[in-house]
T-cell receptor, first 111, second 114 residues
Framework: KQEVTQIPAALSVPEGENLVLNCSFTDSAIYNLQWFRQDPGKGLTSLLLIQSSQREQTSGRLNASLDKSSGRSTLYIAASQPGDSATYLCAAGGSQGNLIFGKGTKLSVKP | GAGVSQSPSNKVTEKGKDVELRCDPISGHTALYWYRQSLGQGLEFLIYFQGNSAPDKSGLPSDRFSAERTGGSVSTLTIQRTQQEDSAVYLC????????????FGSGTRLTVV
């Protein structure tokens, strides 16, 4: 049974810092790995999706990497801004399309 | 539509009542998923529809929960005889197949059972 763990559970940084969010999964037989952002009271916004054959994806200040063999993914946020404050969720996708989510990392970027 | 639409956005119901939650996926998306997010918990998979195939119901927590998808489009999640532990945000997502494009989630229905 796939289990996804995110560390840390919460993170507070000053504006401008570069930061890394960690995600680990127990079953390396994943179809893809997806990172989402969730703002309070809102749904999820897809940030980056990495297919199992890929090593990383980049979008603006965000970079996500995937190491299937070690069961790990990281989300790198460069030059953090207060608007980046949200909960970041990692999800491992199986071949049937179902996602198994971690519990998220709550990020607070202080001005 | 432009996005995944869920209704109602908020629902307060008395314990023991039945509720229906609606999801209208993106037009043309063949896959539809329901997830539940309880306070302080991660997202929990409930059920998955793919085209005309039999749905994957493996995540439904009890037989009080059921879902249907009519005409391969709109889906309804029904919870019978609601309990306080059913209080959560119920999220719907849709995706195209194959899934290189990821998921689009709706804003969810916040269900409160009193």
């Amino acid at each position: 049974k796939q289990e996804v763990t995110q560390i840390p559970a919460a993170l507070s940084v000053p504006e401008g810092e570069n930061l890394v969010l960690n995600c680990s999964f127990t079953d390396s037989a994943i179809y893809n790995l997806q990172w989402f952002r969730q703002d309070p009271g809102k749904g999820l916004t897809s940030l980056l999706l990495i297919q199992s054959s890929q090593r990383e994806q980049t979008s603006g200040r965000l970079n996500a990497s995937l190491d299937k063999s070690s069961g790990r993914s990281t989300l790198y946020i460069a030059a953090s801004q207060p608007g980046d404050s949200a909960t970041y969720l990692c999800a491992a996708g199986g071949s049937q399309g179902n996602l198994i989510f971690g519990k998220g990392t709550k990020l607070s970027v202080k001005p | 539509g432009a996005g995944v639409s869920q209704s109602p956005s908020n629902k307060v119901t008395e314990k023991g009542k039945d509720v229906e939650l609606r999801c209208d996926p993106i037009s043309g998306h063949t896959a539809l998923y329901w997830y539940r997010q309880s306070l302080g918990q991660g997202l929990e998979f409930l059920i998955y529809f793919q085209g005309n195939s039999a749905p994957d119901k493996s995540g439904l927590p009890s037989d009080r929960f059921s879902a249907e998808r009519t005409g391969g489009s709109v889906s309804t999640l029904t919870i019978q005889r609601t309990q306080q532990e059913d209080s959560a945000v119920y999220l719907c997502a849709s995706s195209s197949q194959p899934t290189p494009y990821g998921y689009t989630f709706g804003s969810g229905t916040r269900l409160t059972v009193v």
